[in-house]
């Protein structure tokens, strides 16, 4: 009967971090298709709100680790979903509020809307920079660490994969094509059904019982930081990469296509970002499956290694060489002419879908106690999905969008390093363990 009751709570568990997963997905996706109309109307501020997005994992990062530590993990959810609907009420201000206050002046002025925005975009990243910091722990220790751990990860991030689907083609949908007097407005229902969805998901984690494995923590004396560990050390730096890879392959591209010049643009290109995430959902979803056979190792691998041979043909197919993009015609969404190079970029999806998972899951095996402090190092190093996405806007902008795409490849070949050479922990002095320990496999 004891035992029938701790898989019951596990399962609660489990299933509770998987919804948790899926709204990360939600808002971090909102910001480049956003990004798009402030950008048709101030040329630097296409990845801005990408950027601020990002830029709150730097410095929530380590609290958020702390926080997990002190408050436990369904505490540290609450906090983070009700951070989450302000974030959003702020965005949602931004497209009634300020617009005809100029704030810098200039030949193009900017508003104060744009600035209410990016506060919104900052303090939602507060929000998935927690959230982040709850699910990958949770779930990788739920699974007992290891391949089982990175199975629940990849699961996850399947339903991860799936928000992220949704949320630009539905902004693409509800924007259909850009131009200087497209605003928030357009965009106030996804926005509002975000902020229902965080209340919701705040009522219901409010009444399930989380099992607190951090809750032993508190008064552990650590010798070392994860800093200490090698592997650890190189995942955080992979982490950083990895992340602006995955942002900055379908924002790139999101924001070439929508000015691409037919009728409709934005929406075709909020198709064409909606199939790269489709592709992580499909990525996902089959590492979930396998991961308990192939190792995390072999799979991140196998998917970099890949992902620079699409991108290589995708900088270097003739731009001449176009193909239809999906229509469909209940969502208003027509078809146009794109270039193929488009095909093979939505189809790194396939690759990137696993290395979050992997990269967490090899960096923090064997650090035992240090598992927490080391989760909130990897949110730190999330701001790389803003830094380098913004990097990578400015050389489309200036040098040619396909040209950008040297710098992912750059990345690429990083992680592929990682996964070869740099995973492999030669740390294994280091004590990890302390008494009491819980073993989530009894929960």
Known sequence: METSVKKNGNTVAIVTMFFVFAMISFVTNMAAPFGNIWGFRYAWAGMAGNLMNFTAYLFMGIPAGNMLIRYGYKKTTLIALAVGAIGLGIQLLSSVVGDNIIVIGGEAPTTLNLFIYLLGALVCGVCVCMLNTVVNPMLNLLGGGGNKGNQLI?????????????TPMMVGVLVGTLTKETTMASV????????VIFVAAFIVISFVKLQEPQANLSNVKYEHSPLAFRHCMLGIIAIFFYVGIEIGIPGEMNAWISRENFEGAAAVAGSLAALYWLMMLVGRFLSSIISGKISTRTQLITVSAVAIVLVLIAIFLPESITFKSPEIEMLNIYSGEVPMKCLFLFLCGLCTSVMWGGIFNLATEGLGKYTAKASGLFMMMVVGGGIMPFIQDWIGRNVGYVNSYWLVLAMLVYILYYAVIGSKNVNTDIPVSIENEPDLRDL
């Open 154 to 166: 990849q699961t996850g991030g399947a339903l991860n994969s799936l928000a992220g689907t949704l």
């Open 188 to 195: 106030a229902p996804l926005v509002v059904t975000g902020i």
